[in-house]
T-cell receptor, first 113, second 116 residues
């Protein structure tokens, strides 16, 4: 089966650094993405990792280890506006036949003053 | 401006009625997706389509149907067979299709369906 596991909630203070982990199990794997969703809104794309290593985009960085089926999103210099749900997602080729986009369970990040 | 549009934003349905949610994109994307999100939950895949006139079931397809007659449009019908249809429905598109691509998925603003 396919599954992506994330912590359900994380709390941090403004200016801090927080890491949100994601472990996945899929029948095929093209890459790991991260999305942000504010309450009641549409998810928006943050980053994508196809290869092992760290990708940096401003205050956000994302890491992937394909051998461990594991990745994380790192948020630095936290701001109140970063309070949102964060989802990891996998593009699963299911052995080459399909191109499904599967999302994790989501992590609710609460940033406190 | 290019984007993906869902309508209506709010929808109320009586039990036993079918209802169709609209999703239109002008991004020239091949792949389109429908997800269901329940309060405090993740996004669960209902149906997806990689190309016109082709679609596949996702993880929770029972009680739903779709069509993909045009590249721009991927409507979702919630049928009376769906036992618990009250949820937030999100449509997305990406270049994807049969192309190996890590490009992002773009989401509509969602339709909040309530059964009354």
């Amino acid at each position: 089966g396919q599954s992506l596991e994330q912590p359900s909630e994380v709390t941090a203070v403004e200016g801090a650094i927080v890491q949100i982990n994601c472990t996945y199990q899929t029948s095929g794997f093209y890459g790991l993405s991260w999305y942000q969703q504010h309450d009641g809104g549409a998810p928006t794309f943050l980053s994508y990792n196809a290869l092992d290593g760290l990708e940096e985009t401003g205050r956000f960085s994302s890491f992937l280890s394909r051998s461990d089926s594991y990745g994380y999103l790192l948020l630095q210099e936290l701001q109140m506006k970063d309070s949102a749900s964060y989802f990891c997602a996998v593009r699963d080729h299911n052995g080459g036949a399909t191109n499904k986009l599967i999302f994790g369970t989501g992590t609710l990040l609460a940033v406190q003053p | 401006d290019g984007g993906i549009t869902q309508s209506p934003k709010y929808l109320f349905r009586k039990e036993g009625q079918n209802v169709t949610l609209s999703c239109e994109q002008n991004l020239n994307h091949d792949a389109m997706y429908w997800y269901r999100q329940d309060p405090g939950q993740g996004l669960r895949l209902i149906y997806y389509s990689q190309i016109v006139n082709d679609f596949q079931k996702g993880d929770i397809a029972e009680g739903y149907s779709v069509s993909r007659e045009k590249k721009e449009s991927f409507p979702l019908t919630v049928t009376s067979a769906q036992k618990n249809p009250t949820a937030f429905y999100l449509c997305a598109s990406s270049i994807g299709g049969r192309v190996l691509s890590g490009t992002e998925a773009f989401f509509g603003q969602g339709t909040r369906l309530t059964v009354v």
